[in-house]
């Protein structure tokens, strides 16, 4: 008889999940916890609640796998993510037998079940990786054409590049914090037009971009490069991405070399690593890319995943209102063809390094994924459902990005990435 494998959608565990729940035995995401007694521990999500990878280790049950103590004892990732994809994908395989209604190993012994599982709601997530190099990609092409319409000719909205290469950037991995931590409003250079001096103090245009991220294990020595086909190999997982923006800092600084302070003050990501293995069953067909991209960007099989992205905006003291709805399977070019594409030149990537899909926005008003696009640079107020209007951010706002993929009954969560906005400091 084959070995159940962990995304089988005939699974059920002994652990209650609540229906519509993120993280079923077919998710179990990678995350870091910590409560107010213990050092941080490597995790899985599985219902409310997770499962200690440490406790797991202790008590015997991950014989026979390559991780060490220290592994799981750690305030990051990575150091599990060294002994590379395979084992990974044993360590969740391994978690998720342990997990299952038909197995009693550990279900039946109570004081092991009391030490491993603790709710979510009462314990600190911390950022998953230590991230050492993030690039931040421009690869939705509704997002792209908005932006380009709003300030170039219509008819040249797409720079000549675009539809050639997937355009990136190196961004700050500095300033990437773990969802629910606060940001402050960047100060900066603005200028409303060229003709005038520019001024100095806080945003006015603070926005969101919905974006999602992936995370590598260790990749080629320098000098190599991947290949499409190669990529999956070298990819972990993905988490919910907002790469907070100051849309006239931005503007006032990009030319020629891109986005710098407009940018770097601030992205927020969510707690759960979600596997490329759990999300399997979700992969869809990407668009069809003309012209016709070069060989090194060609690939075969599915790529995209229809994944359900949803961004709320929560006034102080009032409810929140969805702003947008929007599907990772829009992007036009897809993460095999972003990670080939950086490493075709011989660029190393190493383990934790995180690349940022760009903002994603649908085809249609109601799923752009910017309040640039979603008020159209400020002309189209957006109603709160307390009657107060946004054109971007204000002070005290709390933005919420939701993502999951769903099939016959299976949910594969993401959890939430949120961040509230606090004012400029003096």
Known sequence: MSEIKANDPMLRSWVHVPEGSDFPIQNLPFGIFRTESQFPHVCCAIGEQLIDLKALHVMGYL????????????????????????????????????????????????????????????????????????????????????????????????????????????????????????????MGQMNASDETMPTFGPTKQLDFELEMAFITFDGKPLGQRISTAEADDYIFGMLLFNDWSARDIQRWEYVPLGPFLAKNFASTVSPWLVTLDALEPFRVPGPTQEPEVLPYLKYQGMKNFDIHLQVAIQPEHAVETVVSNSNYRHMYWNMTQQLAHHTVNGCNIRCGDMMASGTISGPHEGSFGSMLEIAWKGTKPVIMNDGSQRTFIQDGDTVSIRGYAEMNGIRIGFGECSGRVLPALP
Request: hydrophobic fraction near 35%.
């Open 63 to 186: 014989e026979n796998l390559p991780f060490t103590l220290e592994d799981m004892v750690s305030p990051t990732l990575n150091r599990c993510m060294r002994h590379g994809k395979q084992a990974m994908r044993d360590l969740r395989n391994r978690v998720s037998k342990l997990l299952r209604s038909d197995q009693p190993d550990l279900r039946d012994k109570e004081h092991h079940v009391r030490q491993v599982l603790f709710r979510q709601d009462e314990v600190q997530m911390l950022l998953p990786i230590a991230i050492g190099d993030y690039t931040d990609f421009y690869s939705s092409e509704d997002h792209a054409r908005n932006v380009g319409t709003m300030f170039r000719d219509p008819a040249k909205a797409l720079l000549p590049n675009w539809k050639h290469l997937p355009v990136g950037y190196h961004g700050r991995s500095s300033s990437i914090v773990i969802s629910g931590t606060p940001v402050h409003r960047p």
